[in-house]
């Protein structure tokens, strides 16, 4: 097994909360109203630093979904999952897209600590 590569993000980027990973940039944000289990998620167009599990169907408030859980690639941490295929029409736009954790991250740059709370992105 080969070493890890881990993508550093220019500008300001979302974090894993564990070990500080970059995970997204701010603006690949596509929306804030989702939730999860434990509260508050976000969708992105893209995510980096992350192993996607194995896909499965789940029943989500928005309708039966195909999707996989991600973890952080350096902590192994589950901060969110990836949508494979939505079977609703009106839920085809998540397909491809990943939900982030609000609580299994962190928002910030180099030279900025944001607050897990705070409220960047619109």
């Known amino acids: 097994m080969g070493r ?12 894993c909360r564990m070990c500080h990973t970059h995970l997204a940039k701010f603006d690949d944000l596509m929306s804030k109203t989702f939730h999860c289990r434990r509260g508050k998620a976000y969708l992105y167009s893209s995510v980096v630093n992350v192993i996607v599990g194995d896909y499965e169907q789940r029943m989500m408030t928005t309708g039966m979904h195909v999707v996989a859980d991600i973890y952080c690639i350096h902590c192994n941490q589950n901060v969110g999952w990836r949508y494979e295929t939505a079977y609703e029409e009106s839920q085809k736009y998540k397909e491809g897209k990943f939900i982030l954790e609000r609580g299994r991250i962190d928002g910030g740059c180099e030279h900025q600590h944001i607050p897990a709370g705070a409220d960047i992105a619109n």
Do not use: E, N
Not at 8 to 15: A, C, E, R, S
């Open 4 to 15: 890890v590569h881990v993508q550093k993000l220019d500008g300001m980027f979302y974090k």
